[in-house]
T-cell receptor, first 112, second 113 residues
Framework: GENVEQHPSTLSVQEGDSAVIKCTYSDSASNYFPWYKQELGKGPQLIIDIRSNVGEKKDQRIAVTLNKTAKHFSLHITETQPEDSAVYFCASEGQAGTALIFGKGTTLSVSS | ETGVTQSPTHLIKTRGQQVTLRCSSQSGHNTVSWYQQALGQGPQFIFQYYREEENGRGNFPPRFSGLQFPNYSSELNVNALELDDSALYLC????????????FGPGTRLTVL
């Protein structure tokens, strides 16, 4: 079935360092790849997304890259801050274009 | 612009009971998707409603059912609750049917005893 693998499951960095989270998806028909940030006790917040006609997208300190051939996409956070600490989820389009299929999440801890 | 809201925040039920969870979509959105998030896991797709019709369903049994109303708010109903139904139930609204730009509410924490 449709599947999204996400690595690493936990990531600890020092404030100011960069963080990279990687995902692999199985459905070659997927064209939409969002990233969500979930803080404790809250719902997931959409932070950036990318579509299959684009290889890279940036928004301030956050960037996402997509390699459709390899079915990989990654989230890059530069100059990390303590408020970046949260669980990050990648997702891909699934269920014949209606649903999001989520990875298992990466817990990012940024220490000052 | 009002975001996605869900009620109730928390709910405790016993096995075999039935539950109804509610979601109000963001202004301008006509699609609501429901997800189940078990502790320590990513959200799992239950179903999507687009313009009051079911527009896709994940791998959940028929005792999970839903509705969407003319104002695009939605309900998730779960019958014959099982212990494994304990989870955070999330709804997400979007502008059109499909996976794009789904904005999530804060969720309803359901505990089944």
């Amino acid at each position: 079935g449709e599947n999204v693998e996400q690595h690493p499951s936990t990531l600890s960095v020092q404030e100011g360092d960069s963080a990279v989270i990687k995902c692999t998806y199985s459905d070659s028909a997927s064209n939409y790849f969002p990233w969500y940030k979930q803080e404790l006790g809250k719902g997931p917040q959409l932070i950036i997304d990318i579509r299959s006609n684009v290889g890279e997208k940036k928004d301030q300190r956050i960037a996402v890259t997509l390699n459709k051939t390899a079915k990989h996409f990654s989230l890059h956070i530069t100059e990390t801050q303590p408020e970046d600490s949260a669980v990050y989820f990648c997702a891909s389009e699934g269920q014949a274009g209606t649903a999001l299929i989520f990875g298992k999440g990466t817990t990012l801890s940024v220490s000052s | 612009e009002t975001g996605v809201t869900q009620s109730p925040t928390h709910l405790i039920k016993t096995r075999g009971q039935q539950v109804t969870l509610r979601c109000s979509s963001q202004s301008g959105h006509n699609t609501v998707s429901w997800y189940q998030q078990a502790l320590g896991q990513g959200p799992q797709f239950i179903f999507q409603y687009y313009r009051e019709e079911e527009n896709g369903r994940g791998n959940f049994p028929p005792r999970f059912s839903g509705l969407q109303f003319p104002n695009y708010s939605s309900e998730l109903n779960v019958n014959a609750l099982e212990l494994d139904d304990s989870a955070l139930y999330l709804c997400a609204s979007s502008r059109a049917g499909g996976p794009d730009e789904q904005f999530f509410g804060p969720g309803t924490r359901l505990t089944v005893l």
